[in-house]
């Protein structure tokens, strides 16, 4: 995912769909109001050095870490220390005032909103999409059909070698191997948006699991050892490297970063897509004309899982100087910082996309 003129179509696509899926997506309680404007800008040269907390979502982490480092590197009197925990983690410390921010990739509902003193922003910093890596020795490639996917995360399918998968890979040797899913054992926004697909492409697995961010897995699979709980997207990347014969699902950053190997899905189309520029674009195509799509998106060469992943912050700050800084921490990551997220495997905001949300949090 390196920009070239493809890429630049990707971020006409990505402003396009955020413009329309996320105008007005930053909530911010009635009445209340920020108390510093991203105008304003901050001048870290002559003033006392500001250390911002943050922890939540995984899903965003790799980027969030590059961002922050690199704002420091400008900005010397400014930390940033972000946590990779969990997007229900990082929600529960922002209600409790135990960070300054919070990752998520689960907007906040009205009951949760309300939790929070003063009213949230709930702001969209970037996107990515949701794969399957496994652990197969020997097998580079690897398509899964949806009701081989479904089959895995609801028990049915126990072996590699089992006829939905072979009939997925004809061509390729499957071992006679069980399989071990790993799963995220916190409350996680990855597992949202991967069950919230699923349930829109399954009647089965809508009943059987549903749309969740800490999911009830089958008694089958915990009753034969096949399950195993990470803890945010690297701790599932780990165990899947660890455990041959295993397969779990996390952000792409996660699987391109490290080198692992991704399974080409079946979409919405019934074509089987592999993660990567390509199909990320071709599946933001088919979102910008049908919005509502974005759980499963149409088109020949979609990928079928997208996703969004938000900062939150409370809209009364007690120190006005550190709310500048996360302000302008913000500030960055829509400008300069966008620049690196094609390369840790995200989708790079537009110029216009990246307005649009300044525009909002200053509202």
């Known amino acids: 995912m390196r920009m070239n003129p493809m890429g630049q179509l990707l971020s006409l696509l990505t402003g396009a769909l955020l413009a329309v899926q996320l105008f007005g997506f930053v909530a911010v309680a009635a009445g209340a109001t920020p108390e510093v404007g ?32 690199d704002y420091y590197k400008l900005h010397p009197t400014i930390r940033v220390d972000y946590q990779s925990t969990s997007s229900a983690g990082g929600i ?6 135990r960070v ?33 890596v496994y652990h197969l020795d020997g097998i ?5 059909s949806r009701a081989s996917v479904i089959g895995i995360l609801t028990g049915r399918i126990q072996r590699w070698n089992d006829a939905p998968i072979v009939a997925d890979n004809p061509d390729v040797a499957l071992p ?25 492409a399954s009647s089965e697995f809508a009943q059987t699991i549903g749309v969740t961010m800490s999911p009830n897995w089958p008694n089958s699979l915990k009753q034969r050892g096949a399950l195993i709980r990470g803890k945010g997207n ?41 993660p990567g520029r390509a199909s990320f674009e071709a599946a933001l195509d088919a979102i910008t004309t049908d919005p509502n799509a974005i759980a499963d998106p ?4 979609s990928y079928p899982i997208i996703a969004v992943s938000w900062l939150l912050f409370r809209n009364q700050a ?14 960055y990551a829509l400008g300069p910082g966008q620049q690196v997220s094609e390369q840790l495997g995200y989708i790079r905001f537009s110029n216009l996309v990246s307005d649009r949300v300044r525009n909002l949090v200053k509202e």
């Open 176 to 200: 006679d191997d069980p399989i071990t899913l790993v799963v995220r054992g916190d409350g996680s926004g990855t597992t949202f948006h991967l069950t919230q697909h699923l349930s829109q």
């Open 298 to 301: 149409d088109g020949d060469g």
């Open 100 to 132: 300054d921010f919070a990752g998520s990739d689960v907007r906040l509902d009205k009951q949760q909103q309300a939790q929070v003193p003063g009213g949230v922003r709930q702001v969209p910093m970037t996107a990515g999409a949701i794969v399957l």
């Open 234 to 274: 690297d701790g599932v990347a780990a165990f899947v490297r660890a455990i041959p014969g295993s397969i779990g699902y996390v952000q792409y950053a996660y699987g391109y970063l490290t080198g692992m190997s991704m399974a080409a899905l079946q979409n919405r189309a019934g074509n089987l897509v592999a």
């Open 92 to 97: 529960k410390d922002l209600i409790g005032g």
């Open 140 to 144: 580079a490639d690897l398509n899964l």
């Open 318 to 331: 007690d120190d006005p100087a550190k709310r500048q800084a996360l302000l302008d921490v913000i500030d």
């Open 38 to 69: 991203l105008e304003n800008g901050a001048n870290s040269t002559n003033r006392a050095p500001i250390k911002l907390i943050g922890d939540g979502a995984s899903f965003p982490a790799p980027l969030y870490l590059r961002w922050f480092r």
